[in-house]
């Protein structure tokens, strides 16, 4: 009975007279099965040793970042050593939560495959290890503080009650006389044990307020390792196949949603009109991962959003009525976003510029930009354009002018709509946000307002009137505009005025005099583009006519 299943059945086979009950015939069919399964138990087992990968948790460091107007591309490498096998699973952590998987790029060797990767977010476990050996070394803490405190308390208690017993049994009583000396005694004592009470009770509560502050701070540090044991993370599966014992350097790149830039600028205009404008990139990321000394390139447009090519939207131009004269506004700084930062990049994200090309821009030096969402303002390149300064006069809104600055080699320089930031002779102006013009319009740079070269506008009372006939009301109205250059030079000006468009049938708006100016009869715009000489004044004049129904009352006019 105490030889081995094989050697029972070899036994058997040498004793041929031995007599072979039922029980004996039944042992034997349990102990071929026994045999069956142990062969096939280490048949699975070599077979699972020899199928099974070495996995290995990295994180490896960030080596290139391409940032888009919405979204980057992050580039990552590291080495991969393969098993006997030819294989070997790789866990990066680290990655940030919002990645498309699909969008994932690797460079592999000759021979080597990807066999299966897998995108998932959890937390860290060496980082949960971590905190919870910190957050047990602090609870200790925490609980000698608080026995400590207790101690300090119980003998602070004990002071009071001395204290207070002291205070009880200050006065002398009783018949018997009391020397002098001894009466000073007597005070002595109580006054020196009263201070000296006094000094341990204030060192106590000094002690214990310590206490309640180092407590404080320990609580603190326990709910940061809290918050920093529950941080999730990205983290990629990536599965390789290859020759055995293969060594390879892999590059991967993702994208990641939460970090954008944008295009902003610092523009010094001199008095000849030169414009030196140095480019910056605003740019912030969400991530998590710090990118430290990692060369950027910043693009214009967006990433790919599959590796398929998208289907081409067929194009259609719409004629609409336009109230601008240029292809492009200014926008005040009241109405632009902060220069020190804007919205949550995952709800304000700066809408693309739409531009027709796709440059790219690659910093000269390092930078660090962090990833908690610290906006950064990274220095680019020095652009400079050739312009001509000229004002422009809006007499129905301002007496003074508005100086600006304009140049048409900007096609050639990138330029990218953004804020710019305009100083002049070395004054900050104020800032605006720029929208290009259409190709082959000018480029204008406001400069603010110049108080030396003014205007008015005012209505001549004499020359308008009022008149009805028969079912319709006519009235004429006549403006004279003046406008004055008190400069010692000669200005370049456009002034701008309008005359009122209808929006009625029943109404009837007719010109009678443009002074020589251009008018718009779709817009009802009207401009004049003058040369002032120095210390010059000229006076516009214009007037239009408006016929309406007489019961009916004009507003607008």
Not at 442 to 455: F, K, W
Not at 508 to 529: F, I, R
Request: hydrophobic share 35%; glycine share 8%; with cysteine.
């Amino acid at each position: 009975r105490r030889i081995w299943p094989m050697g029972w059945l070899w036994n058997l086979t040498r004793h041929r007279n031995l007599r072979i009950t039922k029980r004996t015939r039944m042992n034997m069919s349990l102990r071929k099965t026994a045999i069956v399964w142990c062969v096939i138990s280490i048949s699975f087992a070599c077979l699972g040793q020899a199928g099974k990968t070495e996995k290995e948790v990295v994180n490896w460091p960030i080596s290139a970042v391409t940032v888009y107007e919405s979204g980057a591309k992050v580039e990552r490498s590291g080495a991969v050593r393969l098993s006997a096998q030819g294989l070997k699973t790789i866990v990066v952590r680290g990655l940030a939560e919002e990645i498309d998987p699909a969008m994932l790029q690797l460079n592999l060797n000759e021979g080597w495959s990807l066999v299966s990767h897998v995108f998932r977010v959890s937390t860290n476990q060496a980082r949960e290890q971590e905190a919870g050996k910190e957050q047990a070394l602090i609870d200790t803490e925490i609980k000698q503080n608080r026995q400590t405190h207790a101690l300090r308390d119980a003998l602070m208690v004990t002071y009071d009650e001395e204290l207070a017993m002291i205070r009880a049994n200050r006065s002398v009583s009783g018949g018997e006389l009391l020397l002098v000396e001894d009466l000073k005694e007597h005070a002595d004592f109580w006054r020196e044990r009263v201070m000296e009470l006094q000094y341990k009770m204030l060192e106590l509560r000094m002690e214990m307020d310590a206490l309640d502050e180092e407590l404080t701070a320990l609580k603190r540090e326990h709910a940061d390792w809290d918050a920093l044991r529950s941080q999730r993370e990205g983290q990629f599966t990536l599965r390789f196949a290859g020759p055995a014992n293969g060594v390879s350097q892999i590059r991967m790149s993702y994208v990641v949603s939460r970090a954008f830039w944008r295009s902003v600028y610092d523009a010094e205009v001199d008095q000849s009109g030169a414009i030196s404008m140095r480019r910056y990139a605003l740019v912030e990321q969400n991530t998590g991962s710090d990118w430290k000394g990692v060369p950027l390139t910043f693009l214009v447009g967006n990433p790919l959003e599959s590796i398929a090519p998208p289907v081409p939207v067929q194009k259609r131009l719409t004629l609409v009525r336009s109230f601008e004269k240029d292809a492009y506004t200014w926008e005040s700084s009241d109405e632009m976003d902060d220069f020190e930062g804007f919205e949550d990049s995952a709800e304000g994200a700066p809408v693309p510029s739409g531009a027709l090309e796709r440059y790219s821009f690659i910093p000269a030096n390092s930078v660090d930009i962090s990833g908690d969402g610290t906006r950064e303002r990274v220095y680019i390149e020095d652009i400079q354009l050739k312009g001509d300064l000229s004002h422009l006069l809006l007499p129905a809104y301002s007496d003074e002018s508005y100086q600006l600055v304009n140049s048409g080699e900007w096609p050639t320089s990138n330029l990218l709509p953004g804020p710019v930031q305009v100083l002049t002779d070395g004054v900050y102006r104020g800032s605006y946000r720029m929208k290009l013009p259409a190709p082959g319009d000018t480029l204008q740079i406001p400069l603010g307002q110049d108080s030396r070269v003014r205007s008015t506008r005012q209505r001549l009372l004499d020359q308008c009137a009022s008149s009805v006939l028969g079912g319709n009301r006519k009235t004429t109205q006549t403006f004279e505009i003046r406008v004055e250059n008190q400069h010692n030079r000669s200005v370049e000006l456009r002034v701008e005025d309008a005359i009122p468009i209808s929006n009625s049938s029943d109404i009837q708006v007719e010109p009678l005099s443009l002074g020589g100016g251009d008018w718009n009869e779709n817009t009802g715009a009207l401009s004049w583009d003058l040369t002032l000489g120095p210390n010059e004044t000229r006076s516009l004049m214009f007037g239009f006519e408006v016929t309406y129904p007489r019961k009916k009352a004009l507003q607008g006019l």
